[in-house]
């Protein structure tokens, strides 16, 4: 009885040794994977954040007629574990961290990062939800040039969400919805552009 347990003991151990052993290849595999696509995570996080870097270098300087800003990896070497600091300086003004601009040059920046962003792979639509309502009327003039430098550059068909005129101005077309009649809604579409002809003739 004692000879036949130590045999199957020993099968044990011989099965636990194998399984021992493909763990630790697993392990050893996995670990090269691992490395290997933090690398490759590595060299496209840099190569991609230079690329949106002097997006938003270039449309800053087009949101405000000039000054500087960068981005920044912060808090690490490694750039899976560092963070993103925003640098601006608006003419005349200077460089500083995004926190410490005014409400409607932050508002100016971060449409500057979110578009830099979308430039770095533009898609057929880009919706924008009250960007422009922080604005004021020149800055206002400023987001509507750089939206159709974009559209011009990229093909690419914004919608703005917006209750201002000045940006319903610069539009081709406008969605809205009426009440002509008390409790009766109507849903209305304008080419500007057509409005305009027929204005002038009239």
């Given at each position: 009885?004692?000879?036949?347990?130590a045999?199957?003991?020993?099968k044990?151990?011989?099965?636990?040794?194998?399984d021992?052993?493909?763990?630790?290849?697993?392990?050893?595999?996995?670990?090269?994977?691992?490395?290997?696509?933090?690398?490759?995570?590595?060299?496209?996080?840099?190569?991609?954040?230079?690329?949106?870097n002097?997006?938003?270098?270039?449309?800053?300087?087009?949101?405000?007629?000039?000054?500087?800003?960068?981005?920044?990896?912060?808090?690490?070497?490694?750039?899976?574990?560092?963070?993103?600091?925003?640098?601006?300086?608006?003419?005349?003004?200077?460089?500083?961290?995004?926190?410490?601009?005014?409400?409607?040059?932050?508002?100016?920046?971060?449409?500057?990062?979110?578009?830099?962003?979308?430039?770095?792979?533009?898609?057929?639509?880009?919706v924008?939800?009250?960007?422009?309502?922080p604005l004021?009327?020149?800055?206002?003039?400023?987001?509507?040039?750089?939206?159709?430098?974009?559209?011009?550059?990229?093909?690419?068909?914004?919608?703005?969400?917006?209750?201002?005129?000045?940006?319903?101005?610069h539009?081709?077309?406008?969605?809205?919805?009426?009440?002509?009649?008390?409790?009766?809604?109507?849903?209305?579409?304008?080419?500007?552009?057509?409005?305009?002809?027929?204005?002038?003739?009239?």
């Open positions: 009885t004692a000879e036949n347990e045999k199957e003991t020993n044990k151990i011989e099965k636990m040794v194998n021992k052993i493909d763990v630790e290849k697993a392990i050893l595999k996995l670990r090269e994977t691992i490395s290997s696509i933090n690398k490759e995570g590595r060299e496209k996080i840099n190569k991609c954040f230079d690329s949106v002097q997006n938003f270098k270039n449309l800053f300087t087009q949101f405000f007629d000039g000054g500087k800003a960068f981005l920044k990896m912060v808090g690490s070497s490694d750039p899976l574990l560092s963070g993103l600091e925003v640098f601006a300086s608006p003419p005349g003004k200077k460089m500083n961290a995004l926190s410490l601009l005014s409400g409607g040059e932050k508002t100016m920046a971060a449409t500057a990062l979110i578009l830099a962003v979308f430039l770095q792979n533009p898609s057929p639509i880009c924008l939800d009250e960007v422009d309502a004021d009327d020149i800055n206002i003039e400023k987001f509507c040039r750089v939206i159709k430098k974009i559209n011009y550059d990229t093909s690419t068909k914004f919608v703005i969400i917006t209750h201002n005129p000045i940006s319903m101005a539009m081709d077309r406008l969605y809205g919805v009426t009440m002509a009649e008390t409790g009766i809604s109507k849903l209305i579409s304008i080419k500007l552009e057509e409005a305009q002809k027929l204005r002038e003739v009239s």
